[in-house]
């Protein structure tokens, strides 16, 4: 199913992206109906007109960076970055990056986590672009904005390949624009 403010409403390659995304019920924990999207790479062309809608769509806004989200955004945002010119950031787990970061700390809908960036990745003024694959809550990308803001860029949008309306994560973002192609097929909860 798709809403107006995804991706390219009527774009043929939106329902193929839709059927390759696996349901997994009851993780990560019961009556959670898991929207997982490793399926996505197992079918080339999928994962081909994932990465070409989003440079379509990039390409001609001067981004500079490019910011993936561990550890799915990491199937994304390289792809992307390349093809636009930009360069690529990781937003790490705690823990994960040497040298020195900065962090921010979010809650998700099931538990609390926190983001790291290098020190020094972004400059002030650079225009980013947050890729994730999925927006729930908005915690994780609420937290990437902040991080990149704490440098001094200027995010210009964050992108996901599925949005989870029911969870209202558009709405902790700050009133940066959201972008995304595909809402799930089925509903998060088990009837």
């Given amino acids: 199913m798709f809403a107006a403010e995804y991706g390219l409403k009527g774009d043929p390659r939106l329902e193929a992206i839709s059927e390759a995304i696996r349901v997994v019920p009851h993780f990560p924990k019961p009556g959670i109906m898991f929207q997982d999207i490793t ?13 070409d809608i989003f440079v379509d769509r990039y390409k001609h806004m001067t981004i500079s960076v490019v910011a993936g989200i561990e ?23 705690p823990g994960k990056l040497p040298g020195k970061v900065i962090h921010e700390a979010y809650e998700l ?5 926190c983001l790291e960036m290098h020190i020094g990745a972004v400059q002030q003024g650079e225009k980013a672009v947050v890729i994730d694959d999925v927006v729930a809550t908005g915690g994780t990308l609420s937290a990437a904005i902040k991080l990149l803001e704490r440098m001094g860029a200027e995010v210009v949008e964050c992108a996901c390949v599925i949005g989870l309306p029911d969870l209202k994560g558009k709405g902790r973002l700050n009133g940066k624009p959201l972008y995304l192609l595909v809402e799930p097929r089925f509903s998060l909860v088990e009837e």
């Fill in 39 to 51: 399926t996505l790479f197992l079918n080339h062309k999928v994962f081909k007109d994932i990465v």
């Fill in 71 to 93: 550890a799915r955004g990491f199937m994304f945002g390289p792809s992307i970055a390349l093809a636009i010119g930009a360069k690529f950031v990781p937003l790490r787990k």
């Fill in 109 to 113: 809908e099931y538990g609390e986590d």
